[in-house]
């Protein structure tokens, strides 16, 4: 069958990367469309949408400041009505400007707007991030950059800068914080506490953040810094400022950081601060092997634990006993399929430490990648890159996962499902209904058991509870934490040898 690729551009138009996404999907579901991207012009995301045929001539004279519309469509007359949708869902936020919901095109008339601000969340394509940044900073705003695909030595260059006019930059890639109680980008309610955070990851941030607030605790911050801000290229500028600023924060008690493993240098510079804290420190380098820690910290390897330690609760203690779950006869493999990439990082540590054989595309160190491995456990991050790109993220639009659920409930070797549910602002209004609908179509009556876990707080917008419930009326095992969920996992393979 032949089908028709059609393009058009809106000139000087931004709209930032997750709403565009959201955009993309509705596109993508209408009747006769194969494929559907809104993305801003920039060369990556030109090479994105050419390498998903969904770039012609036309939005090849796109610049980075304008807006590519793309649609592979199986007609014409398919491909006329998805383009007339996404002109109407473009149209709607300009609307919403022209009235009350006023929103400034500048950081200068932002500024201008409200002069009692004192943060900056940029979220425009990466090429223009850094400028952003920089004038933000250089008007006396801290800054937290949501933007990706930001060079390195730019982000390296930004912190010295900002380092330099007492400025914290948060990111670039910065998915998740908490600042004075206000959830920013992918975040969960949590109430109010004494306990600050310092996440070198989003969905690690998100799933101690939110275990604290289940344990009854509360939180002073949660300061997000980007992925790679503990790389020797920047040194861990952000994450020492972070640590800075709840050393001098009066409502901090304690600090909590979660990371991967940073390289050698830049742990030994984060530990040294850590010794000179006053306050106690949780470290959370996950994949890491035991470290020597200051005498007012205390290292932990997991998620859990790191949440476990900030409220005094005993290591490991489980929140409820786990299930007898059954596994099909002869099925010994587990297949995890995440949203959130620190949740695989933190399976991947547990099964490790059970002396399991594991691999995974995104391996914390000690486990080996997908190329490596010949057999065992694959647990994958779904949202990586390479399954991401031109594409929603797994939190944001659930369906990009169905593909591979499908396949691993189909699976005669796959055992055990293991899946993540992540809620929150940012994230899916009903992440745990859509799963339950691909699984009662799709789960057999000799079909793998499926073990989830929902991140999250009951104060969210999707409610944990109510999507706790969704997934175990359509019988899945759902763990309090990830951590249980693959510890349940692990057991419920054991018994099956």
């Not at 004192?118 to 008007?139: C, H, M, Q, T, Y």
């Not at 924060?249 to 984060?270: F, G, W």
């Not at 306050?279 to 205390?298: E, L, R």
Request: charged share 15%.
């Amino acid at each position: 069958m032949s089908t028709l690729t059609v393009n058009d551009i809106r000139k000087g138009f931004y709209l930032d990367s997750v709403a565009l996404m959201r955009m993309s999907r509705s596109l993508a579901d209408m009747e006769g469309i194969e494929e559907a991207a809104m993305m801003m012009g920039t060369p990556s995301n030109r090479q994105i949408m050419a390498d998903a045929g969904l770039l012609v001539e036309t939005g090849e004279a796109a610049g980075g400041g304008d807006l590519i519309i793309g649609i592979r469509a199986e007609n014409s007359g398919a491909a006329d009505a998805a383009l007339a949708a996404a002109i109407t869902l473009l149209d709607q936020p300009t609307a919403a400007r022209d009235g009350e919901a006023w929103q400034p095109r500048t950081l200068r008339a932002a500024i201008k707007s409200a002069p009692e601000s004192n943060l900056a969340l940029i979220s425009v394509p990466g090429d223009f991030a850094i400028a952003e940044a920089r004038k933000a900073i250089r008007r006396g705003l801290h800054a937290m950059i949501f933007s990706d695909n930001v060079p390195l030595a730019d982000e390296a260059a930004l912190k010295h800068e900002a380092r330099d006019l007492g400025r914290l930059v948060m990111g670039p890639d910065c998915g998740t914080a908490i600042i004075n109680g206000t959830p920013l980008a992918f975040a969960n309610v949590v109430a109010r506490g004494v306990v600050g955070l310092v996440g070198a990851s989003g969905t690690g941030t998100q799933e101690v953040a939110s275990l604290i607030g289940q344990y009854g605790g509360g939180l002073s911050h949660a300061i997000g810094v980007g992925g790679r801000d503990l790389k020797s290229e920047v040194g861990g500028i952000s994450t020492l400022m972070a640590i800075d600023a709840l050393d001098a924060d009066p409502q901090t008690e304690q600090i909590v950081l979660i990371s991967k493993p940073p390289p050698a240098d830049v742990a030994t510079a984060v530990l040294n601060r850590v010794s000179a804290s006053p306050k106690p420190a949780i470290i959370c380098f996950i994949g890491a092997d035991a470290m020597a820690m200051p005498t007012n910290a205390t290292q932990v390897f997991s998620l859990k634990a790191a949440a476990q330690a900030a409220m005094g609760i005993a290591a490991g203690a489980p929140e409820t006993t786990a299930p007898a779950i059954s596994v099909p006869n002869g099925r010994t493999v587990v297949q995890g399929l995440f949203s959130g990439g620190t949740l695989c990082a933190e399976t991947q540590v547990l099964f490790r430490a059970a002396g399991q054989a594991v691999c995974s595309n995104a391996p914390v160190p000690g486990v080996p990648g997908l190329a490596e491995a010949n057999a065992g456990h694959q647990l994958l991050d779904l949202g990586d890159d390479e399954y991401t790109q031109g594409k929603p993220h797994p939190m944001i639009d659930p369906t990009v996962r169905d593909e591979t659920i499908i396949a691993a409930l189909a699976d005669q070797n796959i055992g055990v499902v293991l899946v993540d549910v992540v809620i929150g602002y940012g994230a899916h209004a009903d992440p745990a209904g859509h799963l339950a609908e691909i699984l009662s179509a799709h789960v057999g009556e000799n079909g793998p058991a499926v073990i989830a876990s929902v991140t999250g707080t009951e104060d969210d917008p999707q409610v944990r509870s109510v999507q706790m419930t969704k997934l175990q009326a359509v019988g899945v095992h759902v763990a309090p934490t990830n951590a249980d969920a693959a510890a349940w996992a692990l057991a419920a393979i054991s018994a099956a040898v």
